[in-house]
């Protein structure tokens, strides 16, 4: 799951190339559909809750979730990474927001920009003195992805100076750009704003500790987090638009079937501790944050990552089996 907004790490990303030839360009595209089977199964392996509470509705606009605890009460909108417009449905959230007394988006994490400036000119960040993208990644294996990015709108060779992990954290980072797709949150936040109602983030996290770990990792592990992305950038380029077109009918189903359930930052959690800690803190804070607003008798909007709400041990099933009745929108 995507769990953090890594804010000026354009400071050190390569640049995005227009779609490579010959990828449609999505502005342009059809309406969403049905898409071929799934691919890259790696990916897209994962444990996903059965709990009642994950259940399939049918309505205009995207998925919102009651939270309840006797009369006290919180609703939570799950969201995806990126749509192609945001002429999204947005009239159930608006009848939330008027009675909204604040909206608690995704956790975020910043960089310190002197911080990441010295990582950069100090070489951490690029491969070793002498050697690509290429050579680290092994024989055949640049060969075997550099399709699967330019098929998901990437350039290939703009990466070709990064060691591989930070190849990975770029290449998600970029796709939503390059692909242009917007996060439906700007969306949220003006509607908000319209409304006077205060936004905030769960938490914010120090951007620089986790791309200093990730530039750190053994090569192997490396190696074994940009495969991950690739399998993950095939099948956002198969899925998105069946994804997209469930979560503006609030299709929990299909947002369960074309949802990505494993990405780089899956494999980073499970290659260094310190990432992995900063992934189980994202569900933790959120979980709390939802009991501090119940608690505190605050009728708060949550905005969240749908995979982080229906994810086996996600936040809606931790609540439910907290004790907290959790129920889809009538």
């Known amino acids: 799951m995507s769990w953090i907004l890594l804010l000026g790490l354009a400071l050190i990303a390569a640049p995005v190339a227009s779609l490579a030839p010959g990828v449609p360009n999505p502005a342009s595209a059809a309406a969403p559909g049905p898409v071929a089977g799934p691919v890259g199964a790696d990916a897209n ?169 990730t530039a750190a990792l053994p090569q192997d592990k490396a190696v074994a987090c940009y495969l991950a992305e690739t399998e993950a950038l095939e099948f956002q380029t198969a899925h998105h638009a069946a994804l997209e077109a469930a979560w503006r009918t609030s299709d929990v189903t299909g947002l369960r079937a074309h949802e990505l359930r494993r990405d780089v930052w899956d494999c980073l959690s499970d290659a260094d501790p310190v990432i992995g800690s900063f992934m189980t803190r994202t569900v933790d804070d959120s979980v709390q944050r939802i009991r501090d607003a119940l608690a505190q008798h605050r009728h708060a909007l949550f905005v969240l990552g749908v995979g982080s709400l229906v994810l086996s041990n996600g936040v809606l099933g931790r609540l439910a089996a907290a004790g907290y009745r959790v129920d889809s929108p009538d």
């Open 45 to 213: 392996a994962g444990s996903w809750s059965v709990d009642p509470v994950v259940i399939s509705v049918s309505h205009v606009g995207p998925p919102l979730w009651r939270i309840s605890s006797g009369t006290d009460e919180v609703w939570v909108l799950g969201v995806i990474g990126g749509v192609r417009s945001q002429d999204w449905d947005s009239r159930r959230l608006e009848r939330v927001l008027a009675t909204s007394s604040d909206v608690v988006t995704q956790p975020v994490g910043r960089v310190d920009m002197l911080g990441m400036a010295a990582m950069q000119f100090g070489g951490k960040l690029d491969s070793p003195r002498g050697a690509v993208l290429p050579d680290l990644l092994g024989p055949g294996v640049w060969a075997r992805t550099a399709p699967v990015w330019s098929a998901a709108g990437l350039s290939p060779e703009a990466y070709r100076r990064r060691r591989p992990g930070i190849a990975a954290i770029l290449g998600q980072f970029d796709h939503d750009e390059a692909n242009h797709l917007q996060d439906p949150e700007d969306r949220i936040r003006r509607l908000a704003a319209q409304r006077h109602v205060p936004v905030r983030p769960v938490a914010v996290y120090p951007a620089n500790v986790v791309v200093r770990a």
